[in-house]
């Protein structure tokens, strides 16, 4: 079983959709990353979270230590946000990342 | 200027070869990694420096030998390869602790 798992795997949205990806993890953490990967390949790293809340444009992330859980949030939703969303954790020295969650927003 | 650069960005080569992987930040950055990426799409970290010192060493093959010359640079040595080895890999960099990883644009590694 991953350490870290996420969904859905596979998500498709009407443009303007408001989008939920989630993550939950079973090893104790000192933070949590979400990655954005685009079709051409490129990642960019777009929250680190260790409590609480964070918001950047149409993007936020919400993470609940206690219930070992985190969810990343998109209002208005546009098809240029289509990639494939990477949760990632940092427990001890170790780093896990989900499987990836594949989004697809339809104009 | 390109925050993480990885080279060469795509490296065809025959099994058995050996090949290194290069990656340098002009960030400032007291931390690099590597990470290699399947087929299937699924992240994996490899190597980790801080301060030039091995702080993550995941279970990869010792023919994977990652070489720190300064805290800028951060390469990938690769023995004898594989045809399992073909993946892409990524370099990235962060100040521990503090936050944001910035990517290098990966490099695709194919042996033949």
């Known amino acids: 079983k991953n350490e870290v798992e996420q969904s859905p795997q596979n998500l498709t949205a009407q443009e303007g959709e408001f989008i939920t990806i989630n993550c939950s993890y079973s090893?104790?953490?000192?933070?949590l990353h979400w990655l954005q990967q685009h079709p051409g390949g490129g990642i960019v790293s777009l929250f680190m979270?260790?409590?609480g809340k964070k918001k950047h444009g149409r993007l936020i992330a919400t993470i609940n230590i206690q219930e070992k859980h985190s969810s990343l949030h998109i209002t208005a939703s546009h098809p240029r946000d289509s990639a494939v969303y990477i949760c990632?954790?940092?427990?001890?020295?170790?780093?896990?990342f989900g499987t990836g969650t594949s989004l697809t927003v339809i104009p | 200027d390109t925050a993480v650069s990885q080279t060469p960005k795509y490296l065809v080569t025959q099994m058995g070869n050996d090949k290194s992987i290069k990656c340098e930040q002009n960030?400032?950055?007291?931390?690099m990694y590597w990470y290699k990426q399947d087929s299937k799409k699924f992240l994996k970290i490899m190597f980790s420096?801080?301060?030039?010192?091995?702080?993550i060493n995941e279970t990869v093959p010792n023919r994977f030998s990652p070489k720190s010359p300064d805290k800028a640079h951060l390469n990938l040595h690769i023995n004898s390869l594989e045809l399992g080895d073909s993946a892409v890999y990524f370099c990235?960099?962060?100040?521990?602790?503090?936050?944001?990883?910035?990517f290098g644009e990966g490099s695709r590694l194919t042996v033949l």
């Open positions: 090893v104790g953490i000192s933070a």
């Open positions: 960030l400032g950055h007291d931390t």
């Open positions: 420096y801080n301060n030039k010192e091995l702080i």
């Open positions: 990632a954790v940092i427990g001890g020295n170790q780093f896990y």
């Open positions: 979270l260790s409590s």
């Open positions: 990235a960099s962060t100040v521990i602790n503090t936050g944001e990883l910035f």
